[in-house]
Each structure stands twice: as structure tokens, then as C-alpha cells.
């Protein structure tokens, strides 16, 4: 399988700070998402975001898949961001298999 | 739409029980799978369903098995439960095998 590295694996945020997670995968993906795990277990869909940037709101996405990883962007932070940031990778040729990376903690506080 | 919904939310089994958790979705999705997430880590697919008909083993398919029911409802089954499948289990669907994955909200298990 592909192997997903995230880091860093627990931050501490003060409202209102910016920060960047950081998602590299071992191999060639065609698909990849970020997802954030809110406190209660759901799992949202942030960025499907195979390569390029995107943005959304406070948050954006950047894959370079040619140099195998991903950033996520969350700017100006806010309590409601607190929980689990995961990224997923896929390659066809290995099944279509999903790869999750074990995700960083984000905490931010008032 | 209700998206993608899963039942029960929570259960607990004694070890060599069996059940079924049920997965269904409203997207008119062709593909969907199977995920647990243990504790302090990210999913690990089980099996998956690329299209009604198909089913494939994933990372972690021991102890389990599956049944694409119909387009829209995809079962996995504990034939006999142990306490290493305490997880909590997520289904997913998407359109196609390309393009993003939605997620239900989990079924949380715990074997006793």
C-alpha cells in the first residue's frame, strides 16, 4: 500500500492564528482529500484535491503530486476548527484503495 | 437528501456474537465502502463495492464480509465477534471509482 505521513501530529492553536498541515505520501496518488473530524466523530469533507489549489472560505489546499505531498492552510483559526485533520490518498493501480494518514490533532484555544 | 446513513449508531457484543451493520445512501452512488478507525489512527478500509454486484477485499478484510444488496445499501457483517473488531466502523459512497468520497457517521462497537 501507499504510506501517508502527516504532521504535525498534534498542534495548539490561539484563536485567530494561522497554521499548515502537511500530508506526504510515498507514491503517485490520482486522488486525494483532506477531511476534518469534528469532536463528535463525523467525518467532513474539506478539499478533493488530486492537484492544484483550492480554496474555501478561511481554508485552502495545495497538492504537488509530482513531489508527493499536500498542504492544508487554515487562516485567522476559530474554536469550531478544533479535532482531527486527515488526508487521503488513492492510486488506481492498487485497487482504488483509500490510504489515511493518522491525522493531526488541531486544538484551538479561546 | 439524508446522504449517507448507517445503523445502529452504537453497539455492544459479546465476544462470538454476530451482527450487521447497515450502510445506505441517497446519491444514486455506484460505488461505496467499508472503514474502521481505531483509536489514534485513520481508517483502514475493510472491503469496498465498486459497482451493484462486485465486492473486493480491502487493508483489513479478516473477520468480516459484505453484501451489495442493491445500488443503494451495503452490509457488512461480524460472523463471529472479537474483541480486536472493537472500532468504529464508516461507510462511505462516492459516484464512481474517481471523485470524493462522503462519509456516514459511524457505528460505534464495542466487544466485550
Known amino acids: 500500500g501507499i504510506q501517508v505521513e502527516q504532521s504535525p501530529p498534534d498542534l495548539i492553536l490561539q484563536e485567530g492564528a494561522n497554521s499548515t498541515l502537511r500530508c506526504n505520501f510515498s507514491?503517485?496518488?490520482?486522488?486525494l482529500q483532506w477531511f476534518h473530524q469534528n469532536p463528535w466523530g463525523q467525518l467532513i469533507n474539506l478539499f478533493y484535491?488530486?492537484?492544484g489549489t483550492k480554496q474555501n472560505g478561511r481554508l485552502s489546499a495545495t497538492t504537488v503530486a509530482t513531489e508527493r505531498y499536500s498542504l492544508l492552510y487554515i487562516s485567522s483559526s476559530q474554536t469550531t476548527d478544533s479535532g482531527v485533520y486527515f488526508c487521503a490518498v488513492e492510486r488506481r493501480d492498487t485497487g482504488n484503495q483509500f490510504y489515511f494518514g493518522t491525522g493531526t490533532s488541531l486544538t484551538v484555544i479561546p | 437528501n439524508a446522504g449517507v446513513t448507517q445503523t445502529p449508531k452504537f453497539q455492544v457484543l459479546k465476544t462470538g456474537q454476530s451482527m450487521t451493520l447497515q450502510c445506505a445512501q441517497d446519491m444514486n452512488h455506484n460505488s461505496m465502502y467499508w472503514y474502521r478507525q481505531d483509536p489514534g489512527m485513520g481508517l483502514r478500509l475493510i472491503y469496498y463495492?465498486?459497482?451493484?454486484?462486485?465486492?473486493d477485499k480491502g487493508e483489513v478484510p479478516n473477520g468480516y464480509n459484505v453484501s451489495r444488496l442493491n445500488k443503494r445499501e451495503f452490509s457488512l457483517r461480524l460472523e463471529s465477534a472479537a474483541p480486536s473488531q472493537t472500532s468504529v466502523y464508516f461507510c462511505?459512497?462516492?459516484?464512481?471509482?474517481?471523485?470524493?468520497?462522503?462519509f456516514g457517521p459511524g457505528t460505534r462497537l464495542t466487544v466485550l
Open positions: 484535491i488530486p492537484s
Open positions: 462511505a459512497s462516492r459516484m464512481s471509482m474517481s471523485g470524493e468520497q462522503f
Open positions: 507514491d503517485s496518488v490520482n486522488n
Open positions: 463495492s465498486a459497482s451493484e454486484g462486485t465486492t
